[in-house]
């Protein structure tokens, strides 16, 4: 057999044309390159030049590249590759001259032969600057014998709202009336829908009035959008008065039309008007069906109108409707949390009758409504029926029956419980145990507290911190804060104690009047391991103001200082008005300044205080102006503003302002005659202090005080 000679290798064909192509109408006069780069590309493979050394002193950090700045016009720089060429270079046009229109731009388009108005739609489609778009829009619409169409219309309307120029889009239905193109429903469509996808009802409903001037009759399925997008928004009267146009237009409603008005007005609350439209639905156009009922027994649970909600049960049966799964579980577990738990349980039994899937989920609500209203006992048969029933009941149910019997004193049978959960592999937690805890503590039966305690510790429970969170809940009612302080005293000698829990009960023991205990507790824990933090020395600041200490109280805040932590608001506050008591003013205005510096949201005095210090260079007449804006924000004059009035006065030297700013309180009954005898006192010695001040500035400047020293003067300490 005679050899086969070898095959040839295929040659690549190159089949673009590089040059003029033949002009028509859609396709007008390019030269060459690859569709809409107009370079020519060269089949010659170009070697890349060698990367010369960067030399510091020839670099100029002002010649960057211009294109890697442009912003980009375009959503997505991969949809420019699906663009047709001629729109190709329309966006290269505009990329080119960074984007912004003028003479260049011009100069580029006016080499295209014709820019035809689904052209306009492709470039605007992908466009986002709202500017570059609107000026290319009214361009093409200059081309001789152009008229845009509804494409390009459409196009530039989806462009501004992208942009969110929504009100010069809502402008496109009278741009098109003037170049005689007379709006659509669809053109209208279009405005509806934006506004409504961004919760606009007002635009809405506006769109929709200019729908009527032009005459433009909407079908039901857009009066169904308008509706729906008034009815979300709360626009219900809005709503209705489209409904009624919708009615005089001789339309005939759906089912849909239906539910959107019923929604809304079930949302709005007006179960009556409700009533009437389901009515109509009944007579026009069919029964509503389980799950339309559904719907509305929704909406009504979500606005908390469980009035109404029963209301639309009854009519759900009067139309002899049953309820699905969804509805009973919807309603019962409504009627639970509004602690109509006998209601809710009837319809219990009733699904049980009927044999419907019974959820965890009404079970869960049936045993906490029931807890909550003291009857344990069907609680646990609750449990036991969910049991034999096949479920396996989560650690919400437990913790509430476990809650439930230890408020009847049944502290075992709640312990049993807590063993289940442990065996059922439940993960209890602090709420599961902190119930047993407090019963434990009342009954005052220690070993069985600290039992617990142990076993908490072996299921990996940080009983330190849910100690703390005990003794937080314990303090809750004031009358148990003495229970506590005795358990904490017992709990110590075994070892079970922190610097939280000591913090909580002085807190409680401040808060309850008891300052020699709380004060004690302070005590005790500097003699102990344990070292206090800055909540420690804010609560005994409190404390020491109260007792009259106000030298320890300092000590206290320079402790938090040298901490380098900040004392909470209420220790600020309390120092403050101690300060000021003791006349020590500037110590006072020192501390405001320090406070508003450090907090995050000050008291409302400190921040006043200053804007009094402000307005004291002013005169009597703006601090009273000062005081009155105060006033009205509900925040009274105090000690801390009558000081800042003494400091602010004293500094600029007007005693006689001062006390007019008094008397104006006196005359409104905001001061006493009594305390303004003692604040009268304080302006003149603090006066005092300042002029004694300027004084010994006034030697020390001019170099008096060593020559009176020097004679025996002993006025002047070093």
């Not at 019974?358 to 003291?374: N, Q, T």
């Not at 000050?602 to 260079?617: I, R």
């Amino acid at each position: 057999m005679a050899p086969q000679p070898p095959i040839p290798k295929p040659q690549n064909k190159f089949n673009f044309i590089y040059g003029h192509r033949k002009p028509s109408q859609n396709r007008p006069t390019v030269r060459g390159g690859l569709f809409s780069n107009r370079q020519s590309l060269s089949l010659t493979k170009t070697q890349t030049p060698k990367p010369q050394p960067f030399d510091l002193h020839n670099w100029d950090p002002h010649f960057l590249h211009q294109s890697s700045t442009t912003p980009h016009t375009f959503n997505n720089n991969s949809s420019l590759f699906r663009l047709s060429p001629i729109a190709r270079f329309i966006a290269d046009s505009f990329r080119k001259n960074q984007n912004r229109w003028g003479p260049p731009v011009v100069s580029e388009l006016n080499k295209l032969r014709r820019v035809t108005p689904n052209l306009v739609a492709e470039v605007l489609k992908l466009q986002s600057d709202p500017t570059l778009a609107s000026k290319f829009f009214h361009w093409a619409s200059k081309q001789k014998g152009f008229h845009h169409n509804f494409a390009s219309y459409n196009a530039l309307a989806y462009c501004l709202n992208r942009s969110n120029r929504f009100r010069s889009a809502d402008q496109l239905p009278e741009l098109m009336h003037s170049q005689g193109k007379p709006p659509t429903e669809k053109q209208f469509e279009i405005l509806i829908r934006m506004h409504s996808d961004a919760n606009r009802p007002l635009r809405l409903f506006y769109v929709y009035q200019k729908m009527k001037k032009f005459e433009v009759k909407p079908r039901v399925f857009l009066y169904n959008r308008i509706i729906d997008g008034l009815m979300k928004n709360g626009q219900v009267d809005l709503a209705l008065s489209v409904y009624e146009d919708f009615r005089n237009d001789g339309l005939v409603e759906e089912s849909v039309t239906f539910m959107i008005l019923i929604k809304g007005l079930c949302k709005a609350g007006r179960i009556d008007e409700m009533l009437k439209i389901l009515i109509r639905m009944r007579e026009d156009l069919c029964k509503p069906d389980v799950f339309a009922y559904t719907a509305m027994v929704k909406v009504l649970v979500s606005e908390g109108n469980l009035d109404g909600c029963l209301r639309v049960w009854e009519e759900m049966r009067r139309d002899k409707v049953e309820p699905d799964a969804m509805a009973y579980t919807t309603l019962v577990t409504a009627l639970c949390k509004d602690g109509r738990v006998e209601r809710g349980y009837e319809l219990f039994k009733e699904m049980k009758e009927k044999g419907c899937l019974i959820d965890r989920a009404i079970y869960g609500s049936l045993v906490e409504a029931f807890v909550a209203d003291g009857k344990v006992g069907f609680a646990c048969g609750l449990l036991k029926d969910m049991v034999d029933s096949g479920y396996r009941a989560d650690l919400g149910i437990y913790n509430s029956i476990i809650k439930g019997l230890c408020g009847v004193k049944r502290v075992d049978k709640a312990y049993k419980l807590f063993q289940v959960t442990v065996q059922e592999d439940l993960e209890p937690d602090f709420v599961t145990v902190n119930p047993m805890l407090v019963s434990y503590a009342e009954m005052r039966s220690m070993d069985e507290f600290c039992k617990l305690l142990n076993q908490m510790q072996k299921l990996g429970f940080c009983v330190i911190d849910d100690l703390s969170k005990f003794f937080a809940f314990v303090i809750g009612k004031e009358e148990r804060t003495m229970m506590a302080v005795e358990v904490f005293e017992d709990l110590k000698k075994r070892g079970y104690c922190s610097v939280s829990i000591y913090n909580i009960l002085m807190g409680a023991l401040h808060k309850k009047g008891e300052l020699k205990k709380a004060m004690s507790l302070f005590d005790e824990m500097k003699e102990s391991a344990f070292e206090p933090d800055s909540s420690t020395y804010s609560i005994a600041i409190a404390c020491f103001v109260e007792m009259g200490d106000i030298k320890e109280a300092c000590v206290c805040y320079n402790k938090i200082m040298e901490m380098s932590s900040v004392p909470n608001v209420a220790a600020y506050c309390a120092l403050a008005k101690g300060l000021c008591n003791i006349g020590d003013i500037d110590a006072a205005m020192m501390l405001v300044r320090d406070c508003l510096a450090n907090v995050t949201s000050g008291p409302m005095e400190f921040k006043y205080s200053l804007s009094v210090l402000h307005a004291c260079k002013s005169g009597d007449a703006k601090v009273v102006e000062v005081l009155n804006e105060m006033m009205q924000q509900g925040c009274p004059p105090n000690e801390v503003i009558y000081c800042a009035i003494i400091s602010g006065m004293c500094k600029h030297g007007m005693m006689e302002e001062a006390r007019k700013v008094f008397l104006n309180l006196r005359d409104r009954k905001l001061l006493t005659e009594a305390n303004m005898i003692v604040y009268d006192e304080m302006l003149i010695d603090h006066m005092k202090k300042k002029t004694a001040d300027l004084v010994v500035s006034g030697l020390k400047f001019f170099g008096l005080e060593s020559k009176l020293k020097a004679k025996g003067c002993t006025l002047l300490s070093s």
